[in-house]
């Protein structure tokens, strides 16, 4: 029988909460550095391809060798510009949580191939390992309403309160461009935020760190148990 998630249904403009864990449980990031590489990645993939720029850098005769092959490399990548919209995300030191919205049915399994493909390709590098690095293919989750679309980002960036003596902050997430602490163009928070008050109780920021665990929330969705150890 097939893992729970791992088959998946692939709809036009549908909502899925994305995951996985390195495998054997083992860490995907082990310093900064990892975690920039591959939020690098992301904004690489997400962002508008600068096909002229990168046309200006290969014509130029006083460009590098090295700055060319940047240029071609970049070229050459997968490019997902409106083709997938970032609404959340964190990265935890043996997996992740992203929340996107695919345009074409495919655009999904497209995007997660070439990232993780070229994550893992980087990690396996650095770390002079060979073999997976996460844990089979990623799970995915359709959402189905807006409500679950809603509390998934809460539970997305209260993530990180389950490292212990951790707060809200200490893990690379989207939760300070929802405050405006921080501005990744490629993270799209708009219509998640479009549905609280700027400020006072009814704020997104409320939303996500008021402690109480209500029982609306644990009923909308069966959040995925992902172990830390």
């Known amino acids: 029988m097939p893992a729970k998630n791992s088959v998946k249904i692939y709809v036009e403009n549908g909502f899925y909460h994305i995951y996985n864990r390195g495998v054997n449980k083992r860490s995907i990031f082990k310093d900064q550095q990892d975690y920039s590489v591959l939020l690098s990645y992301l904004k690489t993939y ?9 046309d ?6 006083h460009s590098s060798a090295k ?7 970049l070229l050459q990548l997968n490019n997902f510009h409106n083709r997938i919209l970032l609404l959340a995300y964190i990265l935890m030191p043996n997996h992740f949580h992203f929340l996107i919205q695919q345009t074409g049915k495919n655009d999904m399994d497209s995007f997660m191939q070439s990232c993780m493909t070229r994550y893992t390709r980087y990690f396996n590098q650095k770390y002079k390992r060979v073999g997976p690095l996460f844990q089979g293919k990623y799970k995915a989750v359709m959402v189905e309403s807006d409500a679950q679309l809603l509390y998934l980002t809460r539970y997305i960036h209260r993530n990180s ?7 809200i902050f ?3 997430s989207s939760y300070s461009v929802y405050l405006g602490k921080t501005k990744q163009a490629w993270v799209k928070p708009e219509f998640i935020l479009s549905n609280f008050s700027t400020s006072g109780y009814n704020s997104y920021e409320s ?13 909308i969705f069966t959040l995925p148990k992902i172990s830390l150890d």
Do not use: R, W
């Open 67 to 73: 700055e060319k092959d940047v240029a071609l490399n």
């Open 207 to 219: 939303f996500v760190e008021d402690d109480d665990e209500t029982i609306e929330e644990q009923s």
């Open 170 to 172: 200490c893990q690379p």
């Open 161 to 167: 309160l389950f490292l212990p003596g951790a707060d």
């Open 46 to 54: 997400l962002l508008p391809k600068d096909t002229q720029g990168l």
């Open 56 to 61: 200006q850098i290969l014509a130029d005769t």
